[in-house]
């Protein structure tokens, strides 16, 4: 069976850091750009960053450039997303998804296989 399971959310105060992880199971990540996404209550999904299948290009939603940094290491079949400075905004349902891409590009559309998502709430 094919899937993507997040894992890492939780509550934090604003300013606290997060990491979240993707990992696989039933297939090898290394040949897929994966994307992050988030979904807050009554808003559309959205990406928020994406990594190239070999990690060496990345990109990111403006709100949280310079906040978050997404890696992944191929041996353990995992992509991660370190969130820091958190901000109450940054509070939503983060999935993790396969994405178009190649060895130098990502982006955020042709998701074929999608995680269950899990939650960050960023509250005082």
């Known amino acids: 069976q094919l899937e993507l399971v997040e894992s890492g959310g939780g509550l934090v105060q604003p300013g606290g850091s997060l990491r979240l992880s993707c990992a696989a199971s039933?297939?090898?990540?290394?040949?897929?750009?994966i994307g992050w996404f988030r979904q807050a209550p009554g808003k559309e999904r959205e990406g928020v960053s994406c990594i190239s299948s070999n990690g060496g290009s990345a990109n990111y939603e403006d709100s949280v450039k310079g906040r978050f940094t997404i890696s992944r290491d191929n041996a353990l079949n995992t992509v991660y997303l370190q969130m820091n400075s958190l901000k109450p905004e940054d509070t939503a349902v983060y999935y993790c998804a396969t994405v178009d891409g190649t060895s130098t590009m990502c982006t955020y559309s042709g998701m074929n296989y999608w995680g269950r998502g899990t939650l960050v709430t960023v509250s005082s």
């Open positions: 039933g297939f090898t990540l290394d040949h897929y750009a």
